[in-house]
């Protein structure tokens, strides 16, 4: 097992320093976040089905997109009776509003614009598209159930990154191996990638994040265990593949920031394999600062980690599927 790093890397280095600190001088103190345990709080009549995705809207609301009642089935063709997306108090973590029913096969993907707008992806549907915050639809993008890859299809698109103008990226994704660029208003623009390991390839680029205080990408290309860093224009600028034959080495299933440029990584070798799956949290140089789960006594545990979302407050929120939860982790310093 490797050394949890906010707690014996941090401090070993504190320690090291300390003879050299004036007393005017306070060293930071080591992160560390800790599971809100009861949270989300429910109705008895909502279960959270498989919870593909998960973001935190502008006025720091939980926004919830999942599977009630289906597994992931590219193949379904019954849309889901029950509401799929779920709107919940940060604090209390009551249901504030729910919309979705009869609108979705398989839900995956979900961010949220400037303007509050929600931008969903179903796998199943095969489409992308724009709602109001209260469900209200602006556009779809692609043909339902028809996979393809040209300008006007996808096959099993997996999320979006929303450029302050409007326009937006889409990776496209288990199936195609590529990330498009459209306008604000839905429009193709441009591509890039190919299925492979090279720079520039993907095989299943799965995530999606708009630097912060940046025109970069960051793409989290999945199955090859690796971020790659593109500017606007799709050109590859570096990658980052983790610690090398560590326990936190794994498949890169979502990523997200923080307003100081911190990167959050949701990590999981397989399902339920409790060891290999976790949060990571890189500085901006992207070094490794923290870890979170991967079996350290006292963490949380996590099984099926599938998408992140960091709010302005510093709470981490984790979407995973097998288990059907929303875990909220809260920022402590002990």
């Given at each position: ?81 029950e509401p799929t997306v779920l709107e919940i108090d940060p604090i209390s973590g009551k249901l504030l ?70 326009s937006f990226y889409v990776s496209d994704g288990y199936i195609n191996s590529r990330v498009a660029l ?153």
């Open positions: 097992m490797i050394p949890r790093l906010p707690r014996i890397v941090l401090l070993t280095g504190l320690a090291l320093l300390a003879p050299l600190l004036t007393p005017c001088q306070k060293a930071t103190p080591p992160t560390h976040y800790e599971q809100v345990k009861d949270w989300p709080k429910l109705p008895a009549n909502i279960q959270l089905g498989e919870v593909a995705g998960v973001a935190v809207d502008r006025n720091g609301h939980v926004l919830i997109f999942h599977r009630p009642g289906r597994g992931f089935d590219p193949k379904a063709t019954t849309k889901l009776t509003n729910s919309w979705g029913a009869n609108m979705f096969l398989v839900p995956h993907g979900i961010s949220v614009d400037a303007q509050n707008n929600i931008f969903l992806t179903d796998v199943g549907l095969q489409q992308v598209f724009k709602f109001t915050h209260d469900g209200k639809l602006i556009f779809a993008l692609g043909e339902p159930t028809v996979g393809a890859w040209d300008a006007t299809h996808f096959n099993q698109p997996t999320d979006i990154a929303i450029r302050p103008d409007g459209f306008d604000r208003n839905g429009k193709w623009l441009k591509e890039w990638g190919s299925k492979g390991a090279g720079e520039g390839q993907f095989s299943n680029p799965h995530g999606l994040l708009l630097i912060p205080h940046s025109t970069d990408v960051l793409v989290a290309d999945r199955e090859n265990s690796r971020l790659q860093l593109f500017d606007r224009d799709g050109h590859f600028k570096r990658q980052w593949t983790g610690v090398k034959d560590a326990q936190t080495t794994g498949r890169i299933f979502a990523v997200d920031a923080d307003r100081e440029g911190n990167l959050y990584l949701g990590i999981r070798r397989a399902d339920y394999d409790h060891e290999h799956t976790g949060i990571l949290k890189l500085d901006p140089n992207w070094n490794i600062i923290a870890t979170i789960g991967f079996n350290h006594p006292g963490d949380p545990v996590f099984d099926a980690v599938h998408d992140i979302a960091v709010a302005p407050d510093g709470s981490i929120y984790i979407a995973e599927t097998r288990t059907k939860r929303v875990v909220k982790l809260r920022l402590v310093n002990p």
